[in-house]
C-alpha cells in the first residue's frame, strides 16, 4: 500500500515532458535543420521516415500522410471502394474508421466486437457477409480490422474470411503501431496499414500525421498520387481525383527524433501494463485486458462489479487524483451519424455494452513503478469501497 502523502510526480494520462527529457537536444537539431533548408513540403527527412517506418515494420512502402483518417480513406480511394459497396468495421472503435467509408459514398457494415481483446469478433463478420450477400444489394468489398488499444486484431482469422469472400483488408493501426504479433510487425500484418501520429498515439507527432504501410507496389504508386491530388509524372498532371494529405516535414522531423526512443517506450508500456496486470490481477469487479504484446495505446478494464458502475469507479479513482478516460462512451452503430443506416448492427450487443463499462487508467512508459503501485492501489480500493 502507498502511504497516505507519498510524494511522487502527478499521474497523467500522457507524459509528454517526460518524453522530451529523455530525447535530449536530438528534437530540437532535428527541428532546426527543416528551419535551415526550409523544404516544409515534402522535404528530405519525409523520405527519410518513410525509410525508417518501411524498415522497421517490415514492409516495401511507406506512403506518410496528413492524418491517420486520410491513410484509411487514401487507401479506400486507391482501391476505387464507393457507392454500393460493403465495408465491415467494428462498432466499438473511433468513429474515423467507418466515418471515411461513409464519406466515400459506400456503406460501413457494424460488425461486433469480442468482451476480452475489445477487436473484431470473426464470427460477427462472418455474420454480417453472408446477411449483405442474401441482402444482395451491396457488393462486401473490404473489412477494417481495428487494433484497438495497441493489441493488433485477430488477423489469421480475418484474412481466412476475406480470401472467402473476396474481401480486402484494411488495418486500422492508428493505436498499434510499435506491436507486433507473433513477430511480425504491425505495418505487415494486413495487405495495407492505415496508422495515426496525433500526439497521443504511441509514436505520436507535434501535430496531425499519418501513414500506410503496403508490399504492393501498385498500391503504392496510387497513393503517392492520390495525396498530391490525384498527380502524374508531373505535379500539374491531374490524372485522378486526389486529396491533399502530405505529413509536413517539421512533423516527420519530429518523427524522427521520437523513433530514438520508441523501442524503449515501447517497452515501458509493456511493463507499466503487466504492473498493474499483476497488481489487478483476482480484483473481483473488474476484468484486465490480456497481456498478449500491445503498443498498449491505452490500457481499458472493464468493470464488472455488481453495484460499481464504471462512472462510480472513474469519480472515485478521480477523487484520489488519478485520471481516467473512457474509450469510448458510444458505439458507432448507436451514434447519430451511423444509426439512420440499414446496416446499424442490431447484432452488436457486446459494443454497445462496452460503452459503458470501459474505462482506461494513465498509460505511459514514463510512468514508473512507484506511481503505478498508487493506480493499483487506487483501483482495489476504489472498487472494494462499492
Ligand atoms: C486516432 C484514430 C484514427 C484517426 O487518426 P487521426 O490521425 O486522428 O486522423 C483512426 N482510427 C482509430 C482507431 C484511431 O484511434
Redesign the pocket.
Known amino acids: 500500500m502507498s502511504e497516505p502523502g507519498e510524494r511522487t510526480a502527478p499521474i497523467v494520462m500522457l507524459d509528454l515532458d517526460a518524453q522530451q527529457r529523455a530525447i535530449g537536444p536530438v528534437m530540437g537539431e532535428r527541428i532546426a535543420q527543416v528551419l535551415a533548408h526550409g523544404k516544409f513540403i515534402l522535404g528530405p527527412e519525409v523520405q527519410e521516415l518513410e525509410e525508417a517506418l518501411a524498415q522497421r515494420a517490415g514492409v516495401r512502402h511507406v506512403i506518410t500522410c496528413a ?3 486520410d491513410a ?1 480513406q487514401l487507401i479506400l480511394m486507391a482501391w476505387g471502394v464507393g457507392p454500393g459497396d460493403a465495408v465491415f468495421v467494428p462498432s466499438f ?2 468513429t ?2 467507418a466515418e471515411v467509408v461513409a464519406l466515400l459514398g459506400a456503406t460501413p457494415v457494424f460488425c461486433d466486437v469480442r468482451e476480452d481483446t475489445f477487436n473484431l469478433d470473426v464470427e460477427s463478420l462472418e455474420r454480417e457477409v453472408v446477411k449483405v450477400l442474401e441482402d444482395g444489394r451491396l457488393i462486401p468489398r473490404a473489412v477494417i480490422p ?1 487494433d ?1 488499444f495497441g493489441l493488433p486484431a485477430d488477423y489469421g482469422r480475418i484474412q481466412a474470411v476475406a480470401d472467402k469472400y473476396r474481401l480486402r483488408v484494411l488495418a ?1 493501426a ?2 498499434s503501431f510499435g506491436a507486433d504479433s507473433d513477430g511480425t510487425a504491425v505495418g505487415a500484418l494486413a495487405e495495407a496499414t492505415a496508422t ?3 500526439p497521443a ?1 504511441p509514436l505520436g507527432c507535434y501535430g ?1 500525421g ?1 501513414a500506410v504501410f503496403t508490399d504492393d507496389d501498385d498500391l503504392a504508386e496510387l497513393l503517392r498520387s492520390i495525396r498530391v491530388h490525384g498527380k502524374g509524372t508531373d505535379k500539374y498532371d491531374t490524372v485522378r481525383l486526389g486529396m491533399n494529405s502530405r505529413l509536413d516535414t517539421l512533423q516527420a522531423a519530429v518523427l524522427l527524433a521520437k523513433l530514438t526512443v520508441f523501442d524503449e517506450e515501447i517497452a515501458g508500456r509493456q511493463e507499466v501494463a503487466a504492473r498493474y496486470s499483476d497488481g489487478l490481477e483476482g480484483v473481483s469487479g473488474i476484468a484486465t485486458p490480456p497481456r498478449d504484446a500491445s503498443a498498449w495505446a491505452q490500457y481499458t478494464l472493464r468493470v464488472t462489479h455488481p453495484s460499481t458502475s464504471r462512472d462510480e469507479l472513474g469519480s472515485r479513482l478521480a477523487a484520489a487524483g488519478i485520471p481516467t478516460a473512457v474509450y469510448y462512451p458510444r458505439a458507432l452503430h448507436d451514434q447519430p451519424a451511423f444509426s439512420g443506416s440499414d446496416w446499424t448492427a442490431p447484432d452488436a450487443a457486446t459494443s454497445t455494452a462496452l460503452a459503458s463499462t470501459v474505462l482506461s487508467l494513465p498509460m505511459h512508459p514514463y510512468l514508473d513503478a512507484v506511481q503505478s503501485r498508487i493506480v493499483v492501489d487506487a483501483v482495489r480500493l476504489a472498487i472494494a469501497g462499492g
Open positions: 492524418n491517420g483518417t484509411l472503435t473511433f474515423a474508421t481495428v484497438l486500422d492508428a493505436q495515426s501520429f496525433f498515439k496531425d499519418g
